[in-house]
């Protein structure tokens, strides 16, 4: 029983502290819109419409948010990227970066 409760006091005091900062935790839950083209095996998306799609797990937070902002911002362009990273705020794109940065096997 007792513990019981230092278990859940700690996962408070863990959720509290990550407020404000990036959270791996956060961003796997926004990675599961991503892991519909990311994840495919091979980094393709399907025949008829071929073209590939970058590996995001294990790559650098820095250069996911840069990549983020960029499309985001209009200054790299792809027509899909553009539009999802345009529903990110800052806080989704730093927790996104944690999470794939910190899981060399995410998709
Ligand atoms: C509908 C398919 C699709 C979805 C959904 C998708 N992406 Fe992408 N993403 C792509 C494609 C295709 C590219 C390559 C575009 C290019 O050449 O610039 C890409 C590129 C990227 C890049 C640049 C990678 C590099 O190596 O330069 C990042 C970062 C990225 N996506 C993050 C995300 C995140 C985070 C999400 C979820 C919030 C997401 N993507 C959802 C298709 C998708």
Redesign the pocket.
Known sequence: MKKRIVLVVAVFLVSTCAWGESDPGRGWA??Q??A???GIADYR?AYPEV??????GG?EAA??VK??QD?KSGV???P??NA??A??SDQ??AD?AAY?DTNKGAK
């Open positions: 926004r990675a819109m991503c519909g083209c990311h998306t073209y590939s799609v970058p590996k995001l790559q250069y996911i990549s983020l499309y790299r362009k792809h899909t990227m999802i990273a529903t990110l989704d794109m996104l794939y």
